[in-house]
Structure formats: C-alpha cells, structure tokens
C-alpha cells in the first residue's frame, strides 16, 4: 500500500511539472506577459524577415525591450499611410530606465552577424529635441541583408549578360571591319611614307635657303650700314657748302648794289660798307640785307 502511494505522488509530480513547463513554453510562445509593458512603440516595416516576437529590441547598440507583437496592416492603413509599401506593424516593449526616444529616431533591422538572428535597432536621435509620446507609430526603414542584396543584383546580372551578348556581336563585327579596313591602310602608310620622305627633303631645303637668307641679310646690313656712314659724310659736306653759298650770295648783293650805284667806287677807293656778319647770315632764315645800316 505504502510502495503504491509513493508511485501515485511521483506520477503526480511529474504531470504537475509538466503541465507548469507546458504553460510556461505557452505563455512564451504567445507572448503572453502576466505585467502590462508601460512603454510601447509601434514600427511600420515594408518586411520584416528574420523578426518574430520576442525579438531583442536595442537602442544605440545596447538591450531595451523585446518584440511583444506583431500584425499585417489593412488596405485601409496601408493606403493612408504615407509609405504605400508598408505591409507589417511591429509593436515592442521599452524597459523602464530607457530615457524618452527622440522624434528623430531611425528604427532598422539588423543582426550582429549573416548567421545571427535579427533584432530591431534604434538609433539615438537628438538629445534635447522633440521626443515620442507612449503607443506612438513611427516609419522603420527595411534592413539589407544578403536576401535584399541578391534579389537586387539578379536584375544587374541579366543586364550584364545581356551587354556581354551585345559585346560578342560588337567584336565579331568589329573583327570583320578591320579585315577590310587593314588592306587599304597598307597602302596608306606607304603613300604617308612617301610623303614624309618629301617633306622632309622640303625642310631640307627650307633650311639651306634661311642660312643663305641669313647671309644676304649680313650683307646688306654691313652695304646698308657704309652706306649710311657716306651719306652721312656728303650731307655735312654739302651742309658746309649750302651755308657758304649763303654766305656769299648775300656779300655778292651787296657788290651788285655797290656796282649798281656807284661803279667808280671799284676804281677809286672810298669808305668801306659794313657787311652783315657770316654768323647772323648762317643763323637766320629770313633774307637778310647785305649792308647793315
């Protein structure tokens, strides 16, 4: 009798356990938290692959809640939202020593690694600012993991094959454009050959004709130069002449005048005239009168 009570009360404490661990996975799975969470937020996600509830929820790097719910939005909400293509909203729970978020906080979805599970991240915002009310609904921007970054590539790589394709095609005819080109270019070096030979004897000779340009240059120079050294010599000569004659003709009045007047003078001596000085007569240019009075 003894020995069938103790296996009744060992039974029994088995199924209590069980049924104490079945409710405690239970109110896990749901969810379920026996204190109402004070502090909650709601993000609208376009997707939020990799989160589920009881997701760790950190803000500026460090632990502050857990994912408590989350739901698909209506057509309704979907449409007076302002980003049409958000589908889910995820409410989480804040603990009680994270200091109000500001209104510019930047809600994402990252993970610490590829491998590790996703978690819902806050940035700090600015301190001092505007900050969110309890309950408030705020736009989560989608996080880019490898699934994004491939879905994203595959329409680049259709596009890269298909200018791949295109590239073919470009050189095969490209291929075939030079085959007909290359013969005439042969024929075209030649007769540019040709005529760099010819160019060259013309500088060649353009070079013998400015050294004997050169050359005529030196020697008018030095003909231009005795030239100008003589020509020199004859004006001052001349100048010497001119100023004589001037001198003369005017002396040569006054013996006109003399002769004219009295010719016996010539004869018979008398009072000499005084003659304009060659001085006066070389300085002035203006007729000057033979005799000054």
Do not use: W
């Amino acid at each position: 009798m003894k020995k069938n009570l103790s296996d009744y009360i060992v039974a029994l404490s088995v199924i209590a356990c069980s049924v104490v661990l079945l409710g405690a996975l239970t109110i896990a799975l749901s969810g379920y938290r026996l204190k109402k969470p004070t502090r909650t937020l709601q993000i609208n996600y376009e997707d939020v692959t990799g989160i589920k509830v009881h997701s760790e929820v950190r803000y500026a790097g460090a632990p502050a809640g857990r994912v408590i719910a989350m739901r698909h939005l209506s057509a309704a909400e979907r449409g007076g939202s302002a980003n049409k293509r958000d589908a889910v909203r995820v409410t989480i729970s804040l603990d009680e020593g994270i200091p109000p978020i500001p209104s510019d906080v930047v809600a994402t979805l990252s993970s610490d690694t590829l491998l590790a599970p996703k978690f819902v991240a806050l940035s700090a915002g600015t301190p001092g600012g505007k900050t969110l009310a309890n309950n408030a609904a705020i736009e989560g921007h989608p996080s880019y993991g490898i699934e994004q970054i491939t879905a994203a590539a595959g329409p680049l790589l259709d596009d890269a094959n298909k200018l791949i394709g295109n590239l073919d095609g470009t050189v095969t005819d490209l291929k075939g454009d030079l085959g007909n080109i290359m013969p005439k270019f042969s024929g075209l070096a030649d007769s540019l050959k040709v005529d760099a030979d010819n160019l060259q004897n013309v500088v060649t000779n353009l070079g013998s004709a400015t050294k004997d340009a050169d050359t005529l240059m030196d020697t008018a120079g030095k003909f231009v130069s005795s030239t100008d050294t003589h020509l020199q010599d004859l004006m001052k000569e001349l100048r010497v002449i001119l100023l004589n004659l001037k001198v003369v003709s005017t002396h040569a009045k006054a013996i006109t005048e003399t002769l004219g007047e009295k010719p016996g003078r010539l004869i018979f001596s008398g009072k000499a005239n005084k003659l304009t000085p060659e001085q006066e007569i070389i300085k002035s240019r203006e007729p000057l009168p033979a005799k000054q009075p």
